[in-house]
Structures are given as C-alpha cells and as structure tokens.
C-alpha cells in the first residue's frame, strides 16, 4: 500500500477534526474533573488519527483490518458510555466520538470537504450548546406546529418539483 499526497492530507485533516472535537471537550470540562467523560484532547485526536488510517486502508482494499480497527474503536466508546451512563445519562460526548470515526474514515477515503464540513458541524454544535438550549426553552407548542407544517409544505414543494424535473 502506497502512501500518496491525499492519503496524507486525509488522515491529517482526520487526526485535526478529532483534536478539534478533543478540544472543545477539554475547553467545556467534559473531559476533567469529577464527572468527566471518557475522552479529550489526546483521545479524540487518536481516534481522528485511527479513522483517517481506517479510510486510507478501505480505499486500499485492506478492508479487513479497517473494520476491525474501526470496530474496536466502536466498543471502546460505547463501553465509555455504558460505564458513564451509570452515574449520568447523557451521551453526547460518546456520540461526538463517533461522529469523529465517520468524519475520519470520510476524509482517508478522499473526501476532504464532507469530512471538514462534518467536523466543523459537529464542533459548533458542542460550543454552541448554551445557545440552542436557550433557543428550545424558548420554542412553544404553537411555534412548533407552525415549522413543522412549513416544513412539510416545503418538503411536498420540493417533491413537486423534482417529480416535474424529471417528466422534462
């Protein structure tokens, strides 16, 4: 298996979303102190570095041990769950984890801007998390109904015209 210059780039830009991810976790105190959860800076930057490795090798044809690393990872973080869920119920930094390995994997296997986008996603939801509770508390039952028969109606227009696209 060849190393080329975008399998470099890929597990590079994977090792980075998972320390920008390990970070924020850090910065928020998830990862320290009494209540912290299973992974931070380092953590999450292995597990970037594992899924870029992880994507490289699929795109490679070395998909047997891509699946197993990946699998592994997989049970270290839904045992971190468990353990954790014990004391709390909250599964957000298990779910950044393996938002981390699905960005990863994506970026190893070349493509770089979904996988940036998700991280970039997935950070800013994390930083983020005062706002949008604030932005739910302030939601009510009517303004609720309300988005979701816009969205429906949008929904019913967008089938519409992809349905009149396709007759063309």
Avoid: C
Wanted: glycine residues 10%.
């Amino acid at each position: 298996m060849d190393l080329v210059l975008t399998d470099v780039l890929g597990i590079f830009i994977a090792t980075l979303g998972g320390a920008a991810v390990g970070l924020e976790r850090e910065w928020s105190g998830h990862a320290s102190g009494p209540h912290a959860r299973f992974a931070g800076m380092r953590t999450f930057t292995l597990l970037g570095l594992l899924a870029g490795l992880a994507g490289v090798m699929w795109s490679a044809g070395v998909r047997t041990l891509a699946a197993v690393l990946l699998a592994g990872a997989g049970t270290l973080i839904v045992a971190a769950y468990y353990a954790a869920s014990r004391v709390e119920i909250d599964g957000t930094t298990e779910v950044a984890a393996f938002v981390v390995l699905a960005a990863g994997v994506t970026a190893g296997m070349h493509e770089l801007r979904l996988a940036s986008a998700t991280i970039a996603v997935t950070t800013l939801l994390l930083v983020e998390k005062t706002k949008l509770h604030s932005i739910v508390e302030r939601i009510d039952d009517a303004s609720l109904r309300a988005a979701f028969r816009f969205a429906r109606v949008q929904l019913a227009r967008l089938r519409g015209n992809e349905r009149a696209r396709r007759r063309d």
